[in-house]
């Protein structure tokens, strides 16, 4: 059990430096080899990453008025339009099963924003 947990450890690094680096195919790799062992834990990693992206500055303050209300609405639909967008393509292009990561990601993010 220890092996199999520092053997996953080191993949999931080596899926966060590929991801940081743009490196689809290694990404790719990574992904099938850690599904095999415990997916959840890449899947809510790569979903953690996602959402962190979503909150740096998609809301900047507390809306004193209507109109900076609708402003950062607006803002923040935009930020989560430009995050499924950016996120997506790489789900499609890595994970063995897009769909149930894409579904988890809009899930998530429904269950924090809204």
Sequence with gaps: MKVSGEIENRLLKEFE??????????????????????????????ISKCIGDLMTGSVNRSPESLEQFNSECSRLIDAI?????????VIVDVFPAPDK???FLLFTIALLMF
């Design 101 to 103: 990561v894409g579904r």
């Design 81 to 89: 339009i430009d995050t499924c967008k950016r996120h997506f393509a």
């Design 17 to 46: 430096n590929a991801w940081q680096q743009d490196d689809i195919d290694t990404m790719k790799e990574c992904a099938v080899l850690l599904l095999e062992f415990e997916g959840g834990h890449l899947i809510a990693r790569f």
